[in-house]
């Protein structure tokens, strides 16, 4: 891995790829295809692309059994904890209304109230990872929403992954239906004879899913659409070269434009992680991507002080950090810009991916300067609400009215003023 | 004002503009020579389409001492009343850090911490808006945001309206920059000589502010782009007829593309509103937008009942509500979608708009289904910690690591193993 000696602002935006416009325009055609001809269009373009020619979209309660019963006892237990734990700490996230009394018996009110209904896009094949469907679903259902339904594109013997219908399952979600793709995105966004329309569509996808649901944003709601994951690990001497290692190369498997950065003030742990990762490489299973990555946007950058680390940090708002210090805690109250902080030696970043109830749907991409991960926010919205008895009205609307005429908005203060109008013959 | 009887899906949603190819590849230039080229670009533009040549951008404290000294006091202390209004309402929004103690002395966390920095459009001309200037810097203001810039385009003296100025001191904006259009949104982005970069933009504009917008998403965070604006209004045969057609036009007034819509249980009151709007129009001093907007997107529904307005109202999901029926309160916990709503006849929707202390920031066209007026949240982001003992590692890091093989993400198991491993040579 390389070293290089820190400046003050490092910067590892990668620049996406442009949309390919042949695609655009595939995606812009299939969904115009779903919303005239639904389900007609979902089933031809599942036999096209999936390979399989469906008679019923919904997978049925017998296909859920099956999954159950194919899969290992102890996984199923270690999902169901891990959903235990992301469930306990979304609920804290649950908010209370705001009522704000006023003089004389008025109020102003902020009612937040779930969405009536979500969609979540899961992957198909080996991206078909049960982790999120946990992480997209539960706080949905935690948030309240009535209906949570999942798409995913079926096999080409008909099925989903088993690992997904169980996840799904003891998330709480029965309503699943086998169609993938730009596809999948039109059915939730528009509805079909099966599929009845939702309100916000989240989950990762390839980049016809990305596309598509750039193209109904507006319609319904999307999340944020997800660049290559990325870490940065602070780290002093007191850290472990092949845990840093370890820890860099998990992030390096993802994908060959994920990236990961260790930021250290020890030149021995940077000589030693630099090894370490090239000998822990030629035992990975998916050498090929993480050594891509490693190669292109994998760093190890050697800083004066945990100071000018914590500095570098803040400017390059990394997706997920670890702190491996001294002082990790202390030093942790210093971050002001990351999605996720992993602190001290026994919090690798995977224990979040999978555990310990935070969310792992996290901003990238240097975005965690003004966004958060996945939380019961993106799952509520929030209705102000005013009243305003007579007595209040009476003591106010002049001051309503000047400022209405203020900004020439003669309609404005003349509906406040209404009220004080002789109705003469207006009600009769 | 046309009456038709409703049917149980009405829909407002005006087909947007798409957007001018041309405006797209100008936005797309300037924004390329405000990044290259700094505040020279900034002076070429504001002088190309503002017709000022400026020397300096920021606007300077003899400025804002004129623009007070020009201002009548009585507005001054009514805008006063207005931002401690939204200020006190907007402090009920703030939210604490979210701390979970786990087994083993672990524990996970939500910190919430304010944005840096935010930039807030303010249009010119006739749509500078004080309200807006409060109803958007405070919010950012009482979440901590620790610097609020505002820019603006001159008019042809080289001056902010003093609306603007005394709105932007009394929200507490001294930051404020003689520049608009999409020059003005790219600096916020990309930061020249004299305007640091920004972390998010918010704030109204015409067709190329946001296009702009749309342009730099990504590299900072906007907020919405507002549609039109909507009002849908609640009437039994409590209501009075002068006071509806009013709120009405109040709506429309704005643009010719707002909507205006009436849903009631009584025929005698759709008449007369229909009559009332008439006669009112012609004393409008913005007639001909209030025409405009009332004969395409104005409607009078004839309900059966009010469960069936409040039905429609859902399926409609309008940014604005009044309900003035008997029961006005009741029936409004029966909304499920709306941006804001205003009970009972004496809170009318400009009360929202300019005083009560809610947001006038708003969802339109049907997307309070699954989004929020501008609130605190928007000016805060959540970073999730973990912290994992070595005792719960221990105990946990086995079920990590089946999850992580069950997802083949090798590296993500031997990750968290990894601190199991025997050191030997790694950290001699």
Chains 1, 2 share one sequence.
Request: proline share 4%; no cysteine.
């Amino acid at each position: 891995m390389k070293i290089e000696k820190l400046t003050d602002t490092i910067s590892l935006q990668r620049s996406m790829e442009q949309a390919n416009i042949d695609h655009v325009t595939t995606v812009h055609e299939v969904i115009s295809d779903v919303k005239e001809n639904g389900d007609q269009a979902l089933f031809a373009y599942t036999e096209k692309w999936d390979g399989v020619r469906l008679s019923n979209l919904k997978v049925s309660d017998e296909e859920m059994e099956e999954a159950f019963l194919s899969f290992e006892p102890q996984l199923v237990e270690d999902l169901k904890e891990a959903a235990d734990n992301i469930r306990l700490f979304h609920e804290k996230q649950i908010r209370q209304n705001i009522d704000l009394a006023l003089e004389k018996n008025s109020y102003i009110q902020y009612r937040i109230s779930p969405l009536d209904a979500v969609g979540l896009y899961v992957p198909g094949g080996t991206a078909a990872y049960p982790s999120s469907v946990l992480m997209n679903a539960i706080p949905a259902l935690v948030a309240g929403v009535n209906r949570v339904v999942i798409v995913s594109p079926p096999s080409k013997d008909g099925k989903l992954p088993a690992s997904v219908l169980v996840a799904a399952k003891i998330a709480g979600i029965t309503e699943i239906y086998k169609v993938g793709g730009a596809q999948a995105i039109a059915a939730l966004a528009y509805g079909t004879e099966s599929i009845k329309p939702v309100d916000k569509i989240t989950g990762p996808g390839n980049s016809y899913v990305a596309l598509a649901k750039r193209e109904v944003f507006g319609k319904v709601a999307i999340d944020m659409i997800a660049g290559p994951s990325e870490i940065a690990i602070i780290a002093d001497d007191t850290a472990f070269a092949d845990e840093v290692a370890a820890d860099l190369l998990a992030q390096a498997e993802h994908d060959p434009f994920a990236s990961s950065v260790l930021i250290t003030t020890s030149e021995r742990l940077a000589q030693k992680v630099s090894d370490e990762v090239e000998r822990q490489l030629q035992l990975l299973p998916r050498e090929e991507i993480a050594r891509a990555s490693i190669e292109n946007y994998g760093r190890i950058y050697l800083a004066e002080s945990l100071h000018q680390a914590v500095k570098a940090t803040n400017e390059l708002a990394p997706e997920h950090l670890e702190i491996i210090t001294e002082n990790a805690k202390e030093l942790s109250e210093q971050i002001r810009h990351a999605g996720a902080i992993f602190i001290g030696r026994y919090s690798s970043e995977p224990v979040g991916d999978y555990f310990a109830g935070t969310n792992h749907v996290l901003p990238t991409n240097s975005t965690a300067r003004f966004s958060s991960g996945l939380n019961i926010d993106d799952f509520v919205k929030k209705t102000s609400v005013v009243y305003y008895s007579k007595e209040m009205w009476q003591e106010q609307y002049p001051k309503i009215a000047r400022l209405a005429r203020l900004e020439r908005l003669e309609g404005h203060a003349r509906s406040v003023e209404s009220r004080s109008w002789e109705k003469g013959l207006l009600n009769d």
